[in-house]
C-alpha cells in the first residue's frame, strides 16, 4: 500500500461546492445531528443540504467548524482503506479532526471538542469584539519567498504592542489575528501584494482571533468544559503545530488533552512546520488532502516546494510532477 501523511484543513475550508458533502444515513452524521441538540443549534444535516450557501451561517464558527469536521472524518475513513497512513497533522482547527481520525479520541469527545472550541470561538476577547483574522502571502507568483514581506510584518506586528499577533503559519502565507484595531491596523500598514487575482492583505469574513494570547480566558472556559473527555495515545503519529510528535508508543494523553485545549487556543499554529517534520520524518509517497475543499493544495504545494520534497524544487518541477503518473499531492475532493 502507499505510504501516506494526511493534511486536514481547518474550519474554512467549509464553502459553497461543499454542499451536500454528508451522506444523511452515515452514523457519524446522524450522531452529529443528535450531538447538536445539546448546544441547541441546528443540524449539520440540515445545513449541509441548504438550496444555497448562505455565508451569515454556514461560515458562522459554530456551524463552519463542525461541518468541516465531520466531511474531513468522513474522507479519512475512505482514505484507510487504500493507503498506509504514516503520519497525520491538521490545520488549526484539523488538528481536532486529526485527534478523531488517529484514534486519540472517540467520536462522541472529537466532536465535543470541535463544537465546543467553535462556540467559545464566537466569545468577545475585549467588550464585544471577537477580533479577526488577515491572510498575508510571503511569496510571489514562483512560490519564492520574499524575505522583505516577512521582515514588514514582523515590524508592524511588533508595533501593535498586544492587538495582534502572527496567529497561524502556512509557510507562503501568514495569518495575522488580533483585535479589530489592531487587525486595522495591521492591514494599513503592510504593503499591499498582488497574486493571480487575489490582493493581500485578504481579510477573510467571520473569522476570529484564535490561537493568539488575547484567547487565555477563551483557554480557561475550553479547559473547564471539556475536562470529561477520554483521551488516549493516538494508532498513528499525529505532528502538531510546534512540530512535536504525538506517537502511538510514547503518548501520555493527558499531555496531549492540556495542550490541545489550554495551549493551542493561545499560541501559534505553525502548519508549515508540522508538514516539514511529516515529511523529514516519515518520508511519505503522497500527501492526502482530505475536504471539504482543497484550501490546503496550494499551501501544501509550495511547502514541497521550499523543502525540495522528492526533488520538486520549483513550481515547474512540482506541476510535472503533479501530472505524471505518481503524483505526491493528491485531493480527496478532486
Known amino acids: 500500500m502507499t505510504r501516506a501523511a494526511v493534511a486536514f484543513p481547518a474550519r474554512g475550508s467549509y464553502g459553497p461546492a461543499s454542499l451536500g458533502s454528508l451522506p444523511t444515513a452515515h452514523p457519524w452524521v446522524r450522531r452529529a445531528d443528535q450531538l447538536r441538540l445539546d448546544y441547541d443549534l441546528p443540524a449539520l444535516s440540515v ?7 448562505d455565508p451569515a451561517v454556514h461560515l458562522r464558527s459554530a456551524n463552519a467548524s463542525p461541518l468541516a469536521f465531520v466531511c474531513g472524518l468522513l474522507d479519512a475513513e475512505r482514505i484507510a482503506g487504500d493507503h498506509e497512513v504514516v503520519v497525520v497533522i491538521g490545520s488549526s482547527g484539523g488538528w481536532y479532526t486529526a485527534l478523531a481520525a488517529s484514534g486519540a479520541l472517540e467520536f462522541d469527545d472529537a466532536f ?45 506586528v511588533a ?8 496567529s497561524i503559519e502556512l509557510g507562503a502565507f501568514t495569518v495575522i489575528s488580533g483585535t479589530a484595531t489592531g487587525i486595522t491596523n495591521v492591514a494599513e500598514k503592510l504593503p499591499p501584494v498582488e497574486i493571480g487575482s487575489l490582493r493581500f492583505p485578504l481579510r477573510p469574513v467571520m473569522q476570529e482571533a484564535w490561537h493568539t494570547p488575547l484567547r487565555a480566558a ?9 475536562s470529561g473527555l477520554t483521551w488516549s495515545a493516538p494508532n498513528v503519529t499525529l505532528v502538531d503545530g ?26 501559534t499554529y505553525d502548519f508549515a512546520l508540522s508538514l516539514r517534520v511529516a515529511l523529514r520524518e516519515y518520508a511519505p509517497e503522497v500527501i492526502l488532502l482530505p475536504g471539504p475543499g482543497a484550501s490546503l493544495g496550494e499551501v501544501c504545494a509550495q511547502a514541497i ?19 505524471s503518473a505518481t503524483p505526491v499531492l493528491l485531493s480527496v475532493r478532486r
Request: charged share 30%; aromatic share 6%.
Open 47 to 53: 445545513l449541509d443540504g441548504a438550496g444555497r450557501f
Open 112 to 156: 465535543r471538542l470541535v463544537q465546543t472550541m467553535a462556540v467559545l470561538a464566537e466569545d468577545a476577547i475585549v467588550d464585544e469584539d471577537r477580533g479577526g483574522q488577515l491572510i498575508y502571502a510571503l511569496t510571489d507568483d514562483e512560490w519564492q519567498v520574499d524575505p522583505a514581506r516577512t521582515n514588514a510584518v514582523d515590524a508592524i
Open 159 to 166: 508595533g501593535q504592542e498586544d492587538g495582534a499577533h502572527r
Open 218 to 226: 477563551t483557554a480557561a472556559r475550553a479547559a473547564e468544559r471539556l
Open 242 to 267: 510546534r512540530g512535536a510528535r504525538f506517537t502511538p508508543w510514547s503518548t501520555d494523553p493527558a499531555e496531549l488533552a492540556h495542550h490541545t485545549i489550554s495551549e493551542q487556543p493561545m499560541s
Open 305 to 323: 516546494v521550499a523543502e525540495g520534497y522528492r526533488d520538486n524544487r520549483s513550481r515547474v518541477e512540482l506541476e510535472a510532477t503533479q501530472a
